[in-house]
């Protein structure tokens, strides 16, 4: 099995940041891909940004500057470095890890971890 262990989420007042961690650990193997979704409510999840193993990234248009990815390939472990937080920033934020259970490459999903930004 695998599990994905997020943290760092909570409540900040707009302009201050978070730190996400999410580590992967389990039947997994040559994660290739390690990333952070979220979803407001009443919206759909949406991609925040991923980075590969080589260390590519990509960020959503609404957090570039403002976020940034990292990971960590001997813990398996990925972050998510958030500043300049906006109200609309407000989200539960999911990890997403892809990687191979010795079978075949998955998708593996982390439970969530709330962000709120609010005075």
């Known amino acids: 099995q695998v599990q994905l262990v997020e943290s760092g989420g909570g409540l900040v007042q707009p302009g201050g940041s978070l730190r996400l961690s999410c580590a992967a650990s389990g039947s997994i193997f040559n994660i290739n891909r390690m990333g952070w979704y979220r979803q407001a409510p009443g919206k759909q999840r949406e991609l925040v940004a991923v980075i590969t193993s080589g260390g590519s990234t990509n960020y959503a248009d609404s957090v570039k500057g403002r976020f940034t990815i990292s990971r960590d390939n001997a813990k398996n472990t990925a972050y998510l470095q958030m500043n300049s937080l906006k109200p609309e920033d407000t989200a539960v934020y999911y990890c997403?890890?892809?990687?191979?259970?010795?079978?075949?490459?998955?998708?593996?999903w982390g439970q969530g971890t709330q962000a709120t930004v609010s005075s």
């Open positions: 997403n890890v892809r990687g191979n259970n010795g079978v075949r490459y998955s998708d593996y």
